[in-house]
């Protein structure tokens, strides 16, 4: 030991100079108990925690409650089959064409979490969820994209924000699959930073000898992941003007939906939203508000019991518009809150994590933990724009492990959506049906393309595929048969 010093000797001088300016020297507790290789990758991750941002969660800055809020409002939302006051929608879905057709969009997806709710060992990306195929939520994302770029003749970026956690397992089973048709240098994996727990001390907390806890900094750390990944170069580079951003777990989304990139571009939008009606005043989800000039997303909980309640002159629910984590974000908002001009508030959450006490046994420890969130970048958008959607057409999320919002939830709303899009077409299938995305992305699309043969019935009753065959043509096809 150094005199004066609970530091070992041999432990990196500049990182226990800089961990003892930051006050957390504690960590080095246990250096003398490692070997060289523990040594050495426990230097690496030191090296890469961000000190100033540890200080200013241990300070609290940036984490606090906004105080009492007394002008609080529901926000304006474009309703279904409301026609905007700036255009038509007919104009809308002609706009997003041009900016589809201009290689002017770029998709963003959100996919750092894990399948451990649900009975998954593996990124939730991979998670199979085809009806009758069992594709991956992955490869229904791929196709859908590949389904666009072919249509529109262009070559639209992937980026897909993961987590140390999954992003080796991501980019292995990418490979694995040859990028889903893809061309690789247009998919891009973005890691998100990760922060580190504090106790009650501000304290980082030691989740082994050799090793600091830390978590995934929730997905607002999509901004900062895209500029520090390469995305924004390469979105710079592309002329994108917008960004489609979705979460891996919804099989439902319409990526890059054209009708709602033409809404956002002809608003002057920087952050538009697709909400849908809650089912209840209790239902778990944000909901959009106003909040003097500022448009806000506010969670459930920080909603009082008198506001959920609340209802108009119409009867129905004031805070009705639940946000489904599918946004368009013009590139220059994107960009200003990526390169640090906007500060996202830190969410703080209580969890007992794993450590070892002062002997160096394991045991656990309840943490404080941080995330920012990408909707709180709301308030610093010049304009917003929220769009009502359908729950049934466009949100399906795959989160638990049984019951609303499970995989047999998702499949069973992939199913109906897809028989409604077979009965658009003059086909009725009563059995189970599955339409890849390389066949149609909607409706009207597939009642377009499906060639029915003159001697085939337009009613099913056995389970089937409506796939693209190898001479393009689109075809329905009876499985098992």
């Not at 906004?66 to 006051?85: H, I, M, N, Y």
């Not at 699309?445 to 693209?468: G, H, I, K, N």
Request: charged share 25%; hydrophobic share 40%; glycine share 8%.
């Amino acid at each position: 030991m150094n005199a004066g010093s609970t530091v070992p000797d041999g432990a990196p001088a500049r990182l226990v100079k800089a961990y003892e300016e930051a006050h957390q020297e504690h960590v080095f507790r246990f250096w003398g108990d490692l070997d060289e290789q523990q040594r050495r990758a426990f230097s690496l991750q030191l090296r890469d925690i961000d000190l100033h941002t540890a200080g200013e969660l241990a300070s609290g800055k940036f984490t606090g409650k906004d105080g009492p809020v007394t002008d609080r409002r529901p926000a304006p939302v474009l309703k279904l089959g409301e026609e905007p006051s700036f255009s038509t929608r007919a104009h809308a879905l002609e706009t997003g064409k041009e900016l589809l057709a201009a290689g002017q969009v770029g998709v963003y997806l959100v996919a750092g979490g894990q399948g451990s709710r649900l009975g998954f060992d593996g990124p939730k990306g991979c998670l199979p969820v085809g009806v009758l195929s069992n594709k991956s939520l992955f490869q229904l994302h791929a196709e859908k994209i590949a389904a666009l770029s072919s249509t529109y003749g262009v070559r639209i970026p992937w980026y897909i924000m993961t987590s140390i956690a999954n992003d080796a397992v991501t980019r292995s089973f990418f490979e694995k699959h040859s990028y889903f048709t893809l061309r690789p240098d247009d998919v891009f994996f973005l890691p998100q930073d990760m922060l580190p727990a504090l106790d009650d001390r501000g304290k980082m907390i030691l989740e082994s000898k050799g090793r600091i806890f830390v978590s995934p900094n929730g997905h607002g750390g999509a901004f900062e992941a895209f500029r520090s990944g390469g995305g924004l170069e390469d979105a710079e580079r592309r002329g994108l003007e917008q960004l489609f951003y979705f979460q891996v777990d919804n099989p439902l989304v319409r990526v890059a939906d054209p009708v709602f990139l033409g809404l956002h571009a002809l608003s002057s939008s920087e952050m538009s939203l697709k909400v849908l009606r809650k089912t209840d005043p209790a239902e778990k989800v944000g909901v959009v508000a106003m909040e003097g000039a500022q448009f806000k997303l506010v969670e459930y909980s920080d909603l009082s019991s008198e506001e959920a309640e609340r209802r108009g002159a119409d009867g129905e629910i004031a805070y009705w518009a639940g946000n489904i984590a599918i946004h368009a974000f013009s590139l220059s908002f994107f960009r200003r809150v990526a390169g640090g001009e906007i500060r996202l508030p830190y969410h703080v959450g209580r969890k007992f994590v794993p450590t070892v006490d002062e002997n160096g046994q394991p045991t656990k420890v309840e943490a404080r933990k941080y995330e920012t969130f990408v909707f709180d970048a709301m308030p610093f958008a010049r304009k917003c724009l929220n769009v009502e959607v359908r729950r049934a057409e466009e949100f399906g999320p795959v989160k638990n492990k049984t019951g609303v919002d499970s995989l047999d939830s998702a499949r069973e709303m992939l199913v109906t959506e897809h028989r409604r899009w077979l009965s658009k077409a003059g086909v009725e299938a009563k059995a189970k049906v599955e339409v890849s995305p390389l066949a149609a992305l909607s409706a009207a699309e597939l009642e377009e393309r499906l060639v029915l043969e003159e001697t085939s019935s337009p009613t099913f009753s056995v389970d089937v595929r409506v796939d693209q065959d190898a001479d393009g043509r689109v075809r329905v096809h009876a499985v098992g048969c």
